[in-house]
């Protein structure tokens, strides 16, 4: 990629069309207009904070295969910028586009905390593990700022209710605290997500996450202080970060993880358009390669949503990368094991609060 036409510190180098507007509807920033014709430059690739208001915060999962039944977000569009994400696509029924408006246009939910509440408190909710960044990781940079996931957190906590997170940022540690705590009546398990052991290949696919240092130190601690912690090589991309299964897997298990999972990338809707000129423009000598292996784990398709194999693919290359999962599991965690989240305590909470009444 040319240094000097590339959008510095994004994944995507584009903004492709919202597939839910018709190409003969114009849609105006009035604002931007205003900058343009004023002489200003319109967009100075900077990160917009804006809140929106939802009626609920949990959602039900019906996917079969993701290995979720409820999840959450805090946070809409994520500033990591991580080219593959397959939460791109959800930024459209926003009216904004999976590519750049993704990574700079963050939705945020400052009534979380309380519409969280509000559900944990209803006599008809069953305890069941509720996942954080499910779609979106609630620790990307506007955690900082905002400090939603940590008032949620604070609400499992108070309500004696399990939570699963899944993150790529060492900002976890901040709730350390919290975290401990939620520990003691197992309640909590956290995901890290590492896809490579290079500081280069995380430059470029991941652009604004921690590094891989620091991803590995924040799993060191959180073990070391009784958190549980799976490791998610996701995605595997072919001829990218497929040849570090066994050391990723070792490096998971030395740092202390209990567990690990992967996932086979899959680019659906508009992701296949973002990564396809994303890789054509950082790796030029091997996109062909890469797509067209990427696609012979799908079908023939750069797109995949049969459930059943769009997680783990078909055909060799992903029958390869299925097995070296298979042998490092055997070889790295053979004796180690996570336990089952605690869904009784939330329950025992709810009758004891009942019986103050």
């Known amino acids: 990629m040319n240094p000097k036409s590339a959008i510095k510190g994004r994944g995507a180098q584009l903004n492709v069309p919202n597939r839910f507007f018709e190409l003969s509807h114009e849609m105006r920033d009035d604002f931007l207009e205003f900058c343009k014709k004023d002489g200003e430059e319109a967009d100075k690739n900077k990160t917009l904070y804006l809140e929106v208001f939802p009626k609920t915060i949990v959602n039900k999962v019906k996917s079969p295969d993701v290995g979720m039944a409820y999840s959450m977000n805090a946070y809409q569009g994520c500033e990591h910028g991580c080219v593959y994400c397959y939460a791109r696509n959800s930024h459209e029924y926003w009216g904004y586009s999976a590519g750049l408006d993704f990574e700079r246009r963050i939705l945020v ?39 939603i996931t940590r008032a949620c957190l604070k609400v499992f906590l108070k309500y004696k209710h399990p939570v699963g997170i899944i993150t790529k940022n060492a900002r976890i540690l901040e709730d350390l605290d919290v975290l401990k705590d939620l520990a003691k009546y197992n309640l909590i398990g956290v995901n890290i997500s590492i896809t490579s052991l290079s500081e280069e290949t995380r430059r470029i696919l991941e652009p604004r996450t921690a590094t891989i240092k620091k991803r590995l130190e924040t799993i060191r601690i959180l073990s070391e202080n009784g958190i549980p912690v799976n490791v998610m090589i996701a995605p595997i991309i072919p001829s990218i970060n497929s040849h570090e299964i066994l050391p990723l897997a070792k490096a998971a298990s030395d740092y202390g993880a209990l567990s690990i999972g992967h996932t086979i990338v899959r680019l659906n809707g508009a992701i296949g358009e973002i990564f396809s000129d994303w890789i054509k423009k950082t790796m030029p000598d091997r996109a062909d390669k890469v797509l067209h292996q990427i696609e012979s784990c799908h079908g023939g398709n750069l797109n995949d949503s049969r459930y059943g194999t769009r997680m783990r693919g078909e055909g060799k290359i992903a029958e390869q990368i299925n097995n070296l999962m298979k042998l490092a599991r055997l070889k790295y965690f053979r004796d180690k094991k996570i336990l089952s989240l605690n869904c009784d305590l939330h329950e025992a909470h709810k009758l004891g609060q009942l019986k103050l009444f």
Do not use: V
Request: proline share 8%; hydrophobic share 30%; net charge positive.
């Open 109 to 147: 939910k400052k009534e979380a905390p309380k519409l969280l509440e509000d559900l944990l408190k209803k006599k008809s909710w069953k305890a069941h593990p509720i996942i954080m960044s499910g779609n979106t990781d609630c620790y990307q940079p506007a955690e900082k700022q905002f400090k």
